[in-house]
T-cell receptor, first 114, second 113 residues
């Protein structure tokens, strides 16, 4: 049982490049989400999914796309990287979308856009 | 007023001390409250949920004050391993969806020998 696995752990991109951050969970969790964490700010929700085939926008969705074709995987795509997207990205999953269930976070991806 | 506010610290305390963190939230309709712990350059981990009646887990006690719209975390007999950033998390909408969880910026605790 690996929990929530994020790849890569570190990435440097040039402005304008695109890439996909991978997130996979093996806990059969319905709910998955992506957050970004910037210095001096709380975690901010980018996109989330309440089940396969269902996604929705969070607080800061611009510049990012997601899809949920399987229960296990929830990739985050950066369409055209910008320096403002330099951040630490966390994927999180939960048994249910109900808030009584806490999140399990992946170990994060540290992204630098130059 | 910001949605979830925490004192950023750092709180520097000696081993064995008792330390308390407060967190205020702006929306009186908030229904669910949590404390997460985040070690340096690591992911957040759920420490405890906060229930209306207050709850305790070993050295950790969480309290909720709905009238004043704040939650607190008390750590007794601090250990070196308690050094971390503590995140206050609030659900600001009545619906209960995880999509509405709001994270505070965190309070940094440093426990010294």
């Amino acid at each position: 049982n690996a929990g929530v696995t994020q790849t890569p752990k570190f990435q440097v991109l040039k402005t304008g490049q695109s890439m996909t951050l991978q997130c996979a969970q093996d806990m059969n969790h319905e709910y998955m989400s992506w957050y970004r964490q910037d210095p001096g700010m709380g975690l901010r929700l980018i996109h989330y999914s309440v089940g396969a085939g269902i996604t929705d926008q969070g607080e800061v969705p611009n510049g990012y796309n997601v899809s949920r074709s399987t229960t296990e995987d929830f990739p985050l795509r950066l369409l055209s990287a910008a320096p403002s997207q330099t951040s630490v990205y966390f994927c999180a999953s939960s048994y249910s979308s109900h808030v009584l269930y806490g999140y399990t976070f992946g170990s994060g991806t540290r992204l630098t856009v130059v | 007023r910001k949605e979830v506010e925490q004192d950023p610290g750092p709180f520097n305390v000696p081993e064995g001390a008792t330390v308390a963190f407060n967190c205020t939230y702006s929306n009186s309709a908030s229904q669910s409250f949590f404390w997460y712990r985040q070690d340096c350059r690591k992911e957040p981990k759920l420490l405890m949920s906060v229930y209306s009646s207050g709850n305790e887990d070993g050295r950790f006690t969480a309290q909720l004050n709905r009238a004043s719209q704040y939650i607190s975390l008390l750590i007794r007999d601090s250990k070196l391993s308690d050094s971390a950033t503590y995140l206050c998390v609030v659900n600001l909408n009545y619906g209960g969806s995880q999509g509405n969880l709001i994270f505070g910026k965190g309070t940094k605790l440093s426990v010294k020998p």
